[in-house]
Structure formats: C-alpha cells, structure tokens
C-alpha cells in the first residue's frame, strides 16, 4: 500500500494569499479551486465566490492543501498551534529557505542553529 500525507488547512479567509506565500517560499506547482470556478448548486451554504474551495501546492519537498473556512465564526490561524518542521541536506540550502520566508515578512523568533 502506498500513501502520502499532506496537510489540510482551513484559512480565515485569506488562503489565495497564503498559497501563493507559500508558492514563494517552496516553489512547485500551485492550483487554486474558487467557489465560483465550480458549479455551486446544491452546496448547503452559499459561498463567496472568490473564496478558495480547494488548493494544492505540491513541490518535490512540500504538499500543502486547503481553502477558506465557511463558517462565520471560523478562528484565525493561531502562529502558537501550527509549526512547520524542516529538514535540509546542507545548513546553505536551510537559510535559503529561511530568508525567503523573512522576505515575505515573517519574524525570526529564535536564532537559526543546526540541531543535535
């Protein structure tokens, strides 16, 4: 059996803008799905329909999926929940990556060091 783990993330409204962050950052192949890229009848709720039903980023070292949260009271994305964890064959390529994200105006909270 073969299977491939990829995670899903529900965004306060603000997912085109994230994958398209994080197509910056990793790179890969980015597909958004809009609400009103799909036929929306029949859904239970009635969507924006700019709002991102579904999107995908896939890259040789990153699979994120996701869209917009529906619900009103949807909360936003706590940075205290949700980590990401890096690997990288060499500490060049690793603040490669880092820089790329504090390009795109994320903070360093904690010195880059290689770990144990």
Do not use: C, K
């Not at 924006?48 to 995908?56: E, I, L, M, N, Q």
């Not at 009103?72 to 064959?89: N, T």
């Amino acid at each position: 059996m073969s299977m491939q783990f990829s995670i899903n993330i529900s965004f306060p409204g603000n997912a085109a803008e994230a994958f398209r962050h994080y197509e910056s950052i990793f790179g890969g192949e980015l597909e958004l799905l809009t609400y009103g890229d799909t036929p929306m009848e029949g859904l239970p709720f009635d969507p924006p329909r700019d709002a991102v039903a579904y999107a995908t980023l896939n890259s040789d070292t990153v699979s994120i999926a996701g869209g917009d949260a529906m619900e009103d009271d949807a909360p936003g994305l706590r940075s205290d929940v949700y980590s990401l964890l890096l690997q990288f064959d060499s500490v060049a390529e690793a603040e490669g990556i880092i820089n790329r994200f504090i390009t795109g105006g994320a903070e360093v909270e904690m010195p880059f060091e290689q770990a144990p």
